[in-house]
């Protein structure tokens, strides 16, 4: 069994910034993807960003250039820094595993960023 537990989410005023941690635990196999999805108050989630655990990351085109997605493999850690928010990105944010041999996956009860205007 894995778990995955959030950390970082917060209140921010719009324009600020926000670093969501995400630490799994249990049997973690390799190769494997870890993301930051999100969720909107009646949207559905959405991915925000992945990374490989070869270091190759994905973003969504509306968070280029303001989110870093990063992890630390020594420590089953991923990060999120999230720069320039805008309250449009009020959400929970999920933090995932992808075991990629495997074909499972797993899903941290995430952490509540809200933007204020």
């Known amino acids: 069994q894995v778990q995955l537990v959030e950390s970082g989410g917060g209140l921010v005023q719009a324009g600020g910034s926000l670093r969501l941690s995400c630490v799994a635990s249990?049997?973690?196999?390799?190769?494997?993807?870890m993301g930051w999805y999100r969720q909107a108050p009646g949207k559905q989630r959405e991915l925000a960003a992945d990374i490989t655990s070869g270091g190759s990351t994905n973003y969504a085109d509306s968070v280029k250039g303001r989110f870093t997605i990063s992890r630390d493999n020594a420590k089953n850690t991923v990060y999120l820094q999230m720069n320039s928010l805008k309250p449009e990105e009020t959400a929970v944010y999920y933090c995932n595993v992808h075991f990629i041999a495997r074909m499972t996956g797993y899903w941290g009860q995430g952490t509540q960023v809200t933007v204020s205007s």
């Open positions: 249990g049997r973690i196999f390799s190769p494997n993807i």
